[in-house]
C-alpha cells in the first residue's frame, strides 16, 4: 500500500485554508444534513403550537366574542406537537432522505396525527376535561395543523432538493475505495442530482490479489484520498469490497478509520440490484431485507374482516340486481346463468371463480380464448354487463367464501396463468394474496384484454406495488376509484 504505515495515514499537506478547499469551493459543516430534520422538527413543533392558540383566538374573539386561556391551549398544542414530532421522529421522516423522497409522506404525516389526535381526546374525556374544549376548535385545529405541517415537509423537501444540487450545501459527497466493477456500479447507481449525492471518485485501494481492476477510472490513490478528505472535500468513503484477504481488509479500513469523514462498506453487487430492501438484524448478523411477508401480523386478520364485513354487505345491497341481471340471461336464451371457471387463488390454490354469463361459450380447459374488442361470442346483453363490470358482482360470493379479496391482483384462467408465469418475470408473486374483484392495475386503467406479455408486465407491477404497499386505506382508496371505473369504463372488452 502506498506510504501507509499501522495506524497513520501519510501527512500530506492539504492546498486547501481553514476555510476554502483546494478548488476555491467553501468548505461546508459535515452536519448541516443531520441538523436539518432537526430544525424541520422543531418548525412542526412550532406550528403545532402556534396553530392550536392561533385557532383558539379566532374562534373566541370572533365567533363567541369572549377571551380565552392561552395557557391552556398553548398545553394541548405542546402535548400534540410532543406525540406526532416524537412519532416522526421515531419512524425516520425527520432523516435527510427520507424528507427529501417525500415518498408516502403525506399518509405518514396524516395517519400519525390522527393517532395523536385520538389520544388527546381519550386523554381529555378520562381526566373528564373535555368540556373545556371547543369540538370546533378541535376539528380546526386538526385540519390546519396538519396541513402546515405538510406545507413545512414539501417546503423543505423542495428547498433542499435545491440546495443539493451541484454540490451545494446540502450535496452529499462519496468517495470509493477500490476500482472494482462494484465500485462503478455502485458509482452509476447513486450518484444523481436528484439524491443529492455526488461521487467525488473512485480511489484505488493499493490493495495486493488483484484488489484493483479499472485503472482507467482511478482519481488517485490512498494518499490523493487523505488529500481531499482533510481539505473537507468528502463526506462519506464507502469501501467497495476489492478482492482480498481479510487481514488487508482489516488494515485498510484501520488506516481509513483516521479521516474526518463516514466510512461505509458497500457489501456486494446484489445489494445494489435490491435497492428497495431494508437492512435487518438476524441473531446480531446485518442482513438486507428485500422481501417481508404480505400482510404480516395484524394485516391478514384487518384484510379477512375487510372482506368478509364489507363482501357480505355488498351482496346483500346487491341482491335485488343480481336477480335482475339472473332474470335477464335466463330471459336471453339458453345456457346457465352463471360462468363458473377454475381459476389460480393465494399460494396457487385452485378455486373455481362465478361470473354472470356474457358469451355462448364457457372455456374451462387447456385453451381459452380471451374476449377481444367486437368478439362475436359475446351475447348482446353481456356487451352491456362487461362494459360496467355487472358481470363480476358474483364475486362476492367468492369473497364471502374466503376464496377472493374485494381488492387484490385480478384472476385469469389456468391456461394464461401458465402461460404468463413462464414468459413474464416476476408474475407467481401476485399469488402471495388473495386475488380481488378489483385491483390496483384495473383502476389505473389495465382492464379488458391482455393478449400482449407488455400489457400483463405492466398489470404485474402494479400488483406487486399494491401487495408491497398494502393497508386498509389503500383497500378503501382503490374501491372509490372503482367506482369511477365503473361509470366512465375504459378498455372494458
Known sequence: ??????????????????????????????????????????????????????????????????????QKYAAAGIVGATGLTALLRR???????QVMSQAGAIRAIASRWI????????FVFALKISDNFSRVWLFTWSVSA??????????????????????????????????????????????????GIYVVGIYSAGLPNNGDDLYDCVKGDLNDLAIA????????????????????????????????????????????????????????????????????????????????????????????????????????????ILFAQQRHGFNNAVFRIYKFRTMTVAEDGDIVTQASEGDARITPLGKFLRRYSLDELPQLINVVRGEMSLVGPRPHALAHNHQYALAIKNYSGRHKVKPGITG?????????????????????????SYIDNWSIWFDLKILLLTVWAVLYPKNAV
Open 440 to 464: 390496483w392495475a384495473q383502476v389505473n386503467g389495465l382492464r379488458g384484454e391482455t393478449s400482449e406479455n407488455e400489457l400483463m408486465e405492466q398489470r404485474v407491477q402494479y400488483d406487486l
Open 1 to 70: 500500500m502506498a506510504d501507509l504505515r499501522e495506524g497513520y495515514m501519510v501527512n500530506v499537506e492539504a492546498k486547501a485554508t481553514d476555510e476554502f478547499s483546494r478548488d476555491g469551493v467553501r468548505k461546508r459543516s459535515s452536519v448541516t444534513r443531520a441538523l436539518f430534520g432537526d430544525v424541520l422538527q422543531l418548525v412542526d413543533f412550532a406550528l403545532l403550537i402556534a396553530s392550536s392558540v392561533l385557532v383558539a383566538y379566532v374562534y373566541h374573539r370572533f365567533a363567541l366574542g369572549s377571551e380565552f386561556d392561552f
Open 229 to 336: 478528505a482533510r481539505a473537507g472535500e468528502i463526506d462519506d468513503i464507502v469501501v467497495t469490497a476489492p478482492r482480498t484477504s481479510p487481514e488487508n481488509m482489516e488494515q485498510l479500513l484501520r488506516r481509513l478509520s483516521i479521516l474526518p469523514v463516514s466510512i461505509s462498506l458497500c457489501a456486494n453487487v446484489h445489494w445494489l440490484d435490491h435497492t428497495g430492501g431494508a437492512v435487518a438484524n438476524v441473531g446480531g448478523a446485518k442482513v438486507l431485507s428485500l422481501y417481508r411477508r404480505p400482510l404480516e401480523g395484524w394485516g391478514g386478520v384487518l384484510k379477512n374482516a375487510e372482506d368478509f364485513v364489507l363482501g357480505a354487505i355488498a351482496l346483500v345491497i346487491a341482491s335485488p340486481v343480481l336477480l335482475t341481471i339472473a332474470l335477464a340471461i335466463k330471459l336471453q336464451g339458453k345456457g346457465p
Open 146 to 195: 396538519v396541513s402546515l405541517v405538510l406545507a413545512a415537509h414539501a417546503i423543505a423537501a423542495a428547498w433542499g432538493r435545491r440546495l443539493s444540487r451541484d454540490g451545494g450545501l446540502f450535496s452529499r459527497r462519496i468517495a470509493v475505495v477500490g476500482a472494482t466493477d462494484l465500485a462503478e456500479k455502485f458509482a452509476q447507481h447513486v450518484g444523481s442530482p436528484d439524491n
Open 115 to 122: 393517532l395523536v389526535v385520538l389520544g388527546l381526546l381519550a
Open 91 to 97: 419512524d425516520g421522516y425527520y432523516e435527510f432522505d
